[in-house]
């Protein structure tokens, strides 16, 4: 059965919840996993425990998402190749990026692994939470090619609007996940080591289901022949990948950063801090599915020449986006406090109220400012699927300048609280920045003739 989506003709809306749908609910199967793993961490282990992970999770998107930067990247050029109909060309795509794919995954574990030592200590790490710290990371960045590998093969999937078979991954994944970690943080007590195998094994079934979901399907299945090198697709690659890489890094640094102040704290503050950033993952799942969805819309309709076509997916996209980030918000204000406690748990009392006070206070003002978050994914998706990565790199520099902006005035007027604004802050100037790159970048394409609609209307 053909699960490929052609999204160059059709309703926008239903289109875009037909391809974000799935991804939503897979979504919330990878966040109850990750909700799971760490409730389990927090509370099968210690507090310590997940404040250990809590000092270093920036650091694990930094590595991360450099690596992934390049899936996001390689993608757009397949959703253009399957938009303008150019399935040899698709092949090769996947190919090369397959190639380029397998020596980043070298690259990134090597220099990860050896850089680790030299990371704990900018970051700041507390001696007690050091060692736990340090296994974890040893464990996740081994792991890297894992990720990765799922990754890459989900993009595939999802460039060609398959968005089906990564939520049947997804959930298959979730419930291994869940039963691995209750295994071997219980039964067999190896702690966080135990729960970062769960994670890592968990990857790796569903990116084996994706990839047997692309050697089925004849127009994505490639051979030695689409390896081999072709320097001007390399480039072009490269030059797609690349700047969504760095965007993400950037973005990253200053997570680091802001981490590193946090790791000044006490423990409870630290644990508190970190309970929320885990709920992250549920405020902006909806957010991911519609840029996703946007991304391969925009990058199809791109390659298919239909300017008029992206506007109309556009105005959906943040009908879409506004609703559902103003549903989400609620739903944290009013039940958030419970949903962050889930992560908790001290001998002492009061140690436990202080980091629910914390969680809560940072989600509340993270909700209120949702919707900023949501037309930030939507307008950098769209200028990915129109081929351009460098603006949205852009925007993850003006992120990152914020966020370090407000943690340094944070670190030397000693009021801990206001670090919370600074996710908001950094998500306000890139946000600003990218809808106006995206409709200037709309006008434009709309003054091509070769993408003015039709003679025949076409669907708006």
Known sequence: MNRNLNMTEGRPVRLLLVFALPL?????????????????????????????????????????????????????????????????????????????????????????????????????????????????????????????????????????????????????????????????????????????????????????????????????RFGREHLRRDRALTRRLLALGLPVALQNTVISVGGVVVQTIVNGYDVAFIAGFTATNKLYGLLEIAALSYGYAVTTYVGQNFGARRADRVRAGMRAGVLLSLVTAAVIAGAMILWGRQATMLFLSSEDPAVELAAGRTAYRYLVIMSAALPVLYLLYLYRAALQGMGDTVIPMVSGIVEFVMRVGVAVIVFFTGHRNNIFFSEVTAWIGAALLLGIAYYVSAARLARRPEFRPPAAPGEI
């Open 24 to 220: 939503m609910f897979g979504n919330v199967f990878q966040q109850l996993y990750t909700v799971v793993d760490t409730a389990i961490v927090g509370r099968g282990v210690s507090l310590d425990a997940l404040a250990a992970v809590g000092a270093v999770d920036w650091l694990c998107w930094l590595i991360l998402g450099l690596a992934l930067g390049f899936s996001q990247g390689f993608a757009v050029k397949m959703s253009q190749d399957f938009g303008a109909d150019d399935r040899e060309g698709l092949r090769r795509t996947i190919g090369a990026s397959a190639r380029l794919s397998v020596i980043i995954a070298v690259v990134t574990v090597a220099a990860s692994e050896a850089a680790l030592p030299l990371f704990l200590r900018l970051l700041r790490v507390r001696p007690e939470l050091a060692g736990m710290s340090e296994l974890y990371l040893r464990i996740l960045f081994a792991g890297t090619p894992i990720v990765l590998f799922y990754n890459f093969c989900a993009s595939v999937l999802r460039a060609v609007g398959n968005s089906r078979t990564p939520l049947i991954a997804m959930i298959i994944a979730s419930v291994t996940n869940i039963g691995l970690d209750l295994l071997t943080v219980f039964v067999f007590g190896w702690g966080i080591a135990g729960a970062a195998g769960a994670t890592l094994a968990a990857q790796a079934l569903s990116g084996v289901i994706c990839a047997v979901s692309i050697a089925r399907t004849p127009e994505l």
